[in-house]
């Protein structure tokens, strides 16, 4: 008596996303093999011109090369830093406990724009960070982090810090502690109970929070946009300008489904993956 | 000191650490924002609340701040709407292929943001949807609808279904069993789940930059363009706002719903 | 049962969840005022029958006559019948009496008449000073009167009890069966009461039906159901018994014997019809209903007396209101047996007599012990 009244209370939603979302995305597809001249604007006719180009041109190339580098950088720094983080707020038994979680939760849902302009504040020329660095004298002149990698990897790696750490509190909070116990009665020195039991039982957390990281660091567009300016491109800002400059829509669209297929292969492997470990485990 | 000490204090030195990377531009930001200055330093030079009083009397600014909690308000109301029965369909019918329907619904947390955002320009200029509003807020309801069915879902999951049974068996038709029981004991995820949305939709540029029209300003986007055009005490003065505002919020949804079991 | 319409009538009932077939071709009838009992093991399709009669369950095939009305398409808000949950299922946002008056309310009764009818029904329970509480502030024995409460304000033609009491301890448990009995007395609410206790089922019963794998073994009053089982598995499943695989040997208007399978040993039981000599049969004699004591210097003399026999003990062990023990008998055949605790104890190894009278020996036709059926 119930059966059918599921797909009924799930209809607005899925005509939303239908409407909204599935159906804008996939009509990329053609646009993405339309030919565009200068000028002009979008043709009739089929070209892979605009895929070839994306997959052989160094400029693309480079662009492509640098997105995903510091996708893998990111999720590394974040992995670094957040892991003892998260290792700590799952772990205390402070009461303050749920107040640091949402410490870490406020920089998350402060606004984007807003925490890049901090760190425009910060990395400039005569930011807080080369003002600090001369005063210690550990350099002469100031040292340039914008508009360049390691602005954008301290940047990106302070906005999706907390995703990572609240992936991982959920991980490792998932962990029973009486088997890390177990371990240390068995007669493991703390070190390697944390490497043989705590690490390996975190494994999937810390794959869901990589995967997650490397996504939304490769997606982002206002952080790399702002922090990198109009020349050190990423594929998110490549394909903003070729939509809102260039005007290059077919162009635009043939990389905005590559990023797409970049991340849900990405996404949909880690399922996978998170499927074998999690039937092991 | 023993070696399990020394362990306690470096892990507590590196949450410090850590908690003071996190904290760092906020501070920045509101330190230069009270700065005499015509540029952006920090420390700030000299102790003024100018900044503050040239934002909000400024009428784009105020523009924008209307119509980006507008366009939330709106927005945050559809994709309860949507999300609520959504996440009531997918845990207490049983559907078939739920699971893909979930994932479906859950895909705009991890889709690229400014994927959408060129694939709705572009779908909305074909059907001339362009630079209005309904447009606007039905692509802010897409990015929202997945934190909503998140948090509800959650929540449903945590109430026993015998309660609504207990209610029809009581004499309460579906609808109502739902209104009189199982919606009250969800209120948290609701609510936790109304503000994710409004903040999801309140801060968004990569999906509105693409589909604003003449005249439609959003606050973030406001900012963000102000940040490409040169940084200057009145951005930090508008953002310090924001800071606040979003502190204060996440302070109340914690006290009142216990906010951090929902991220 | 008496002449009068059936208060509740199931009729060759039938669920399926996918392959597993939860409830087989059930039929019911229940007279007004009857308390009765499912009894099975979980799994059996006692609680599927159950939410079917309330409607949280869609039949597959059969009908539900509820006073004469067929009700198996009616939608569950519109039964008019009560169901007590296993876990109470309280709406934790309410007070007891918001609880309470949950029913009521959605009758449309008048505000006027709401109130009263709530305290009086609180008062019926002995929670009356309780109503403006929360359930999470109720111990469980509170929180399940409150359930009672709940389903029995709106005066509902059956109440349904899914295992209400399970969620008790013990002693709470017992003191709530009593309860329960009197209020049913006092109400003379029809009950339906599923339950895995068959201590539960035969003290609060007017009649117990057994079930098993989604069908009915047995329907009878309870001490038919303990005295006579139908079958091997009622037999297993109400109080504990040793099973014996025999043979008729004879028949007769005093007695049948039987010659048990892999030795000399013979049982005699009281008369029973319907049994031809040489037919397989299982013997079934409860473990209190075997009796012990210390082999004397007769006992040689009285070795020939029957169901009379010379055992050693190999197990015991004491459990307050009994002695537990294991007898082993002269074939090599193991017989458990409970005696009462206020005995004196036989050390393992003893040598002993047991003994039990024919009327207490249950013969199951056809299957051995192993047989469900």
Redesign the interface.
Known sequence: MTRGHGWRLLAPALVLLAVAFVGPVGMLVPTSVRPYVPLVGITSGFTARHYVRLLTDSYYLEIIGRTLVLGLTVTCSTLIIGYPLAFFLARTPSRWRNWLTILVVFPLMLNLVVRTFGWIALLAQNGLVNQALQALGLVESPVKLLFNFAGLLIGLTHIFLPFMVLVLIGAIQNIPRDVEDAARVLGASWGSAFLRITLPLSAPGILSGSILVFVLTISALVTPRLLGGPTYQVMSTLIYDEFLSRLNWPAGSAQSLLLTVMVLALVYLSGRLARRTGARV | MT??RV?TWL??A??TL??G??????V??VL?SLSRTSY???PPRGLTLTWFSKVLSDPEYVQAIVFSVLLALVATA?SL???I??S???I????AGGAG?AA??N??L???????G??????YA?IHLNGTFVGLA??H??IT?PYV?RAVTASLQGI?P??E??????????P??FF??TL??IRPGVAAGALFSF?VS??N??VS??LLGAGQMTL?VK??SA??YG?DPS??AI?TM??LL??L???VA?RWI???RF? | MSGAAPALAVRRLRKSFGAVVAVDDVSLDTAPGEFVSLLGPSGCGKSTLLRMVAGLVEPDGGQIVLAGEDITRVAVHRRNLGLVFQSYALFPHMTVFENVAFGLRRRGVSVAELGPRVERMLELVRLGPLGARHPRELSGGQQQRVALARALVTEPRVLLLDEPLSNLDALLRDEMRVELKRLQERLGTTMIFVTHDQAEALILSDRVVVMEAGRVEQVGRPEEVYRQPATAFVARFLGRANFLAGTVAETGGAATVVRLDGGGLSVVAGPRAGLAIGQPVSVAVRQEAIGIEVAGAEAGREAGRPNHFAVTVVFHAFAGQAHHYVVQLADGRELEIAAPGSTPPLPRGSRARVQWSPEDVILLPGAGPGGSR
């Open positions: 070696a399990a362990r892990l507590r590196w949450v850590v908690f990377f996190l904290m760092l531009p906020v920045v930001i230069a952006l330093t920090v559809g709407g949507a999300g029965a959504a009531f369909a997918l207490r019918r049983r559907v329907v479906l619904l895909a705009p991890v889709f690229p943001g400014v994927v959408v060129v694939a709705l320009l572009q779908f074909l039905l692509a309801m897409v609808v069915v026993d015998e309660l049974n207990a209610a029809r068996v009581l004499g309460a038709s579906g109502v069993a009189t029981v009250p004991l903040i309140f801060d540029v990569p930059i693409f973030p900012i963000f940040i490409e940084v951005i930090a953002s924001l800071i979003t502190g919020g996440l302070a914690e216990g906010f951090h991220v």
